[in-house]
DNA sequence: GATGAATGAGTTTTCATTCAT
DNA sequence: GATGAATGAAAACTCATTCAT
C-alpha cells in the first residue's frame, strides 16, 4: 500500500525538520526529498507552516492512539496502568525517533497553532497524572513528589529517542522492562498486601 | 563592571538562538539585540557558526566549573558526591535556563567544532557514571540499570530549564532537595549500616 | 527568432565581465542589464562561477566552429592552410571582439574548471602547430624559430579585438590581407617552385 | 636596502591585484600581505584607485627607463634601434611578469586616471613608429604594412609575460634572440648594400 | 493535478573607508 | 605614525511563495 502524496510530503518534511531545524530546512529540499516539485507540494500543503503543525499533530495523534490502545488492554490496577502507558511511550519513542524529537519545533509555531497544539499536548500530563493520582490514594504508590516524578518519568522517556538504536545492545524489550521498572522505582511503587 | 563587547554579543546570540533556533535565528538580529552593526560583531566573530561554538562552549565550561566546585565541598561517600552533583546540576539548570536549552542546538554544530563539542560534553556522562559505580562497589546503590538510571537523573535535571520559573510556587531550595531525592531513589540509594 | 532568456543571459553577463572584471562585475547589473530580476537569473545558472564557465566554453566552442568550417574549405597546402586559419580568426577577434576579451577572464575560473578550459584551448595552439610543423617539412616554411613564430601570429591575431573597429578606416577584409600576409612572413613562408 | 613602507605596499598591491582583478582584490588581503594593518596602508596611500594608479605609474615609468638606457646605446641605425628596442621589451616582460601583467588592469581607472595613463602609454607607439618609419624611409625595413608590423611586434613582445618561466628551457638570451630576429623579419628587414 | 518561471524580501558575509585614541 | 573599532553599502545567493499555463 504506498503512502499518499500528502503522508509522503509530511514524512519528508518532518526528517528534514529534526535535521535541520524549522528554521533552517528549505521547502526546496523538503520537495526533492520526496521528489516533487515544488509547486506539487504547495498544491497539497498552502505553506511552511502548515507542514509542521500537520507533523506535530500527526505525532501526538499516534502517541495518544498508542497510549489508549495500551491502555484499553489494562485493568483499573494504577501500577498496571502506569506500566502500560510507560511502554507504550517508550515503545513509542523507540519506534518513531523522528516523530519523537520533531517535538522540540513546537518553538516555531505560530501562536495561534501553538495554543492548539499545547491543548493537545496537555493530555500527555494528564493521563500520568491521574494514574499516579491513583495509585496514591490506593496507596501502592508512595511518593512524596508525584509530579515530579512524573516529570522524570516523561523526560527519561523522551530521552530514549536521542540515544537507542535498534540494532545497539539494548533490544526494545530489554527498553520496557527497564523504563517501567525506574517509572515504578520514581513513584516509589510498593505492592499493597494481598 | 560592564559586560565585554564579546560578552554582550555572546549573551544576545544566544537568547535569539533559543528563541528561534540557530537556523532560523538572524545575524541582522542579534546584533540589534545588543546595539551594534552587523559588521560590529563581525569585527568580533568570523560568523554565525563561530557563535554557536562559542556559546556552547561557555556554557559546558560554565557547567563544569559549578560541577567542580560542588564536588570539592563533598567527602569520599558516593551518595553525598552524587547528591551535590545533582544538586549543582539544578541549581545550573535553574539559575541558567538559557544557557541550558542551548545546548538542543548541538545539532547546528558543523562536523568539526560538533566533534570536539562532543568530547567535552562526555565528561558529564563521566562524572555521573563513576559516582554511580562507586555507590555499586560499595554497595549503597542497588539499581538493577545503572547506566539507564544515570540518563533518567541528567534527562530529568536537563527539563528543569523548560518549566521551572523562578517566580514559581516551587523556590530553588525546594527543587534541589526534591531532585535529589529522586536521583536517590533511582538508584536506589540503601544507607549503609552504621 | 529572439534569443532565449539563457542566451539574453550570458550575453548580458559577457559585457559586464568583460567591462568591469569578473570580480567587479556584479549579478545585479547582469540581471539589471538583461530585465530580469536576480532570482531570475539564478533560476537559469546556479552561480556567477557559472556564468563565467559557459561563456568562455561558448568562445572556445564559436571560435573552433569557425576554424573548423575555415580548414575544411581548404585543400592540404600548409600555406593555404595557414591562411584560412589565421583569416578565420581575424574575422572572429574582428566580429565578436567581446567573446575575444573575456578570455582575459580566464585566471578567475575555478581549479576545476580552469584546468577543462585549458584542455580545450589547447586545441587552438595544436592547429596552429601542426599546419607550421608540415610547412616545415614540405619546406615551404623556413623559419627558424617555429614556436617562437606562431605564438606571435596567436598574439598578433588576439590583439586585433582590442584596436579595430567596424567603422575604422580598415575593413574586415583589408585586416584579413593584412595579418594573413604577416602570419605568412612570420613563418618565412617560400613558395616552392612550381 | 630594505624598500620603504611604501614600495612594499604598492609591490604588495601589484601582486594581488594581477592574481585577483582589481574589482576582487581586497584591501585587507594587501594589507595582510605585506604584514600592516589597514590603517597603516591608508596612511600611505588614501584609496584603493591610487594605489592601482601608482601601480601603473610605475610599471609605465621603470619600461620607458628601460626603454631610453638601451636607445641611448644605440647609433642612428633604424635596424639596430629596432633591436635594442625589442630587445628592451622582451628583457621587461621577461623579468617583470607581474608588472606586465598588472597592464589589463588598466580598464579599472577612473576616467580622469585613465586618460593621463593613456597619454604615457601612448609614447610606446610612438617609440616604435618612429623607428619603423625611419626604417623604411631608409629603405632597410619594406614591409607594406608597418603599422600593423609594429602592432605584432608589441603584441608578441607583451605576451612573454604570460608564458616565458626563467626556469624553462629558454634562457633569457634565446629568448632576445628569437624576438629580435622575428621582429626584423616582421618589418621585413633587408640590409642596405654595403 | 502539476510544472517551470518569476519575484521581492531575506540571508550571511565582505567591502573600502573613517575616526578616536 | 600607527591601531582597533566601527560603519553603511554592497556583495552573492536563498527563501517561501505565486501564477500563468
Known amino acids: 500500500m504506498r503512502p499518499t502524496r500528502q503522508q509522503e510530503i509530511i ?13 533552517a530546512a528549505s521547502i526546496r529540499d523538503i520537495a526533492q526529498r520526496c521528489g516533487m516539485s515544488m509547486s506539487a507540494l504547495y498544491h497539497y500543503y498552502p505553506g511552511k ?20 490502545r495500551a491502555l484499553a488492554t489494562a485493568g483499573p490496577d494504577p501500577a498496571e496502568r502506569l506500566q502500560v502507558l510507560v511502554a507504550a511511550t517508550v515503545v513509542f519513542r ?4 523522528v ?6 519545533e ?15 499536548t ?7 497524572q491521574e494514574i499516579i493520582a491513583a495509585g496514591l490514594v490506593a496507596g501502592v504508590f508512595t511518593t512524596r513528589y508525584p509530579e515530579d516524578a512524573r516529570r522524570a518519568i516523561i523526560a527519561m522517556c523522551n530521552a530514549i529517542a536521542q540515544w537507542w538504536r535498534p540494532d545497539g545492545p539494548l533490544t ?5 522492562e527497564r523504563y ?15
Chains 1, 2, 3, 4 share one sequence.
Do not use: W
Open 11 to 23: 514524512d519528508a518534511a518532518r526528517e528534514e525538520f529534526v535535521e535541520q531545524g524549522y528554521g
Open 49 to 68: 507552516q502548515d507542514l509542521l503543525k500537520a507533523i506535530l499533530d500527526e505525532g501526538v495523534e499516534a502517541y495518544f492512539d498508542a497510549c489508549e
Open 94 to 97: 523507540a519506534d518513531h525517533p
Open 99 to 104: 516523530k519523537s524529537s520533531i517535538m522540540t
Open 106 to 120: 513546537e518553538r516555531s509555531l505560530e501562536p495561534e497553532n501553538l495554543a492548539s497544539y499545547r491543548k493537545q
Open 122 to 128: 496537555a493530555r500527555a500530563t494528564q493521563q500520568f
Open 172 to 176: 526494545r524489550e530489554d527498553l520496557v
Open 180 to 194: 517501567v521498572a525506574l517509572a515504578l522505582t520514581l513513584v516509589e511503587y510498593r505492592p499493597a498486601d494481598r
